[in-house]
């Protein structure tokens, strides 16, 4: 099996920055793309930001040019540095992960969220 396990959230001021983590564990052979999802209350769950094996990237609009995705493979982990944040980044942040388990499975797995807050 293979966990994601998100870390990082918390409450920030408008115009501040935050990095959450998200760190695979598990019977992990190698993982392919990792991203970040969010959800806001009332709100379907959106992509905010990919990162490929081959390390391509891609992201939501909203957060273009104020918002990173990096990995580190040899730990497993994703982070997304976030930077000017504003009240409409609130939401509860997932991470999510594809690859190959044993025994050379494919697997697609969900971590549970960690939530970010953006209030004065």
């Known amino acids: 099996q293979v966990q994601l396990a998100e870390s990082g959230g918390g409450l920030v001021q408008p115009g501040g920055s935050l990095t959450p983590s998200c760190a695979a564990s598990?019977?992990?052979?190698?993982?392919?793309?990792m991203a970040w999802y969010r959800q806001a209350p009332t709100k379907e769950r959106e992509m905010v930001a990919t990162d490929t094996s081959s390390g391509t990237t891609t992201y939501a609009d909203s957060v273009k040019g104020l918002f990173t995705i990096s990995r580190d493979n040899a730990k497993k982990t994703v982070y997304l540095q976030m930077n000017s944040l504003t009240t409409e980044d609130t939401a509860d942040y997932y991470c999510y992960a594809t690859g190959v388990r044993l025994p050379w499975t494919p697997f697609n797995s969900w971590g549970h969220g960690t939530q970010l807050t953006v209030s004065s």
């Open positions: 598990g019977s992990i052979l190698s993982i392919g793309a």
